[in-house]
């Protein structure tokens, strides 16, 4: 248990439509780092968030944002879904430059 | 652009053996940690290195960070069947973004009884 959790779980969108997923962070934790798992592979940074701002941001396109809320929880949105979308998105919360802490992930599939 | 080679990919042993694995990059990186991540759930880290040439040990898991710091490994001896998992391997880099973990693409670890 990293005190980091996620929601939904699961989620199926089809192509085109849009997803928002959450992810409340451990206590006291002000940052908030998202990644997409593809089946197979590592997580890839998607981008990170502290104390509001954007702090960081992978090579996803501008349809993946973010947005952090003054309670430190966080929200994935993705527009116009892409089949290459589905995979596992992860978040981590921390206080940098310490460990980052993982939530269980939301599985979404795109069909 | 930052990468992170993991070896091997998949690797199928029996109880009681030993195994490593290795996490390789032509870049420097300021930290490396380890990771092992079930089926349905986020990664849980196991350690971090930070010193070039540091060894870290957790019961049966070895960790060892190169002297350049561009590479590190993972040894497990008598591998036992809750061994079994993904292991990721991921770099923090001079950047000084310390929330950006470059991953390597993992190595799932299955240990049969």
């Known amino acids: 248990e990293t005190g980091v959790t996620q929601s939904p779980t699961h989620l199926i969108k089809t192509r085109g439509q849009q997803v928002t997923l959450r992810c409340s962070s451990q206590s006291g934790h002000n940052t908030v780092s998202w990644y997409q798992q593809a089946l197979g592979q590592g997580p890839q940074f998607i981008f990170q968030y502290y104390r509001e701002e954007e702090n960081g941001r992978g090579n996803f396109p501008p349809r993946f944002s973010g947005l952090q809320f003054p309670n430190y929880s966080s929200e994935l949105n993705v527009n116009a879904l892409e089949l290459d979308d589905s995979a596992l998105y992860l978040c981590?919360?921390?206080?940098?430059?310490?460990?980052?802490?993982f939530g269980p992930g939301t599985r979404l599939t795109v069909l | 652009t930052q990468l992170l080679e993991q070896s091997p990919q998949f690797l199928s042993i029996q109880e009681g053996e030993n195994l490593t694995v290795y996490c390789n990059s032509s870049?420097?990186?300021?930290?490396l940690q380890w990771y092992r991540q079930e089926p349905g759930e986020g990664p849980v880290l196991l350690v971090t290195?930070?010193?070039?040439?540091e060894v870290k040990k957790l019961k049966r898991l070895t960790f060892q960070f190169g002297d350049a710091r561009k590479d590190s490994s993972l040894h497990i001896t008598a591998a036992q069947p809750g061994d079994t998992g993904l292991y990721l391997c991921?770099?923090?880099?001079?950047?000084?973004?310390?929330?950006?973990?470059?991953f390597g693409q993992g190595t799932t670890l299955q240990v049969k009884p």
């Open positions: 981590a919360s921390s206080i940098p430059p310490d460990t980052q802490y």
């Open positions: 870049s420097v990186f300021s930290s």
């Open positions: 290195v930070v010193t070039g040439g």
């Open positions: 991921a770099g923090t880099g001079l950047s000084g973004n310390t929330g950006k973990l470059i």
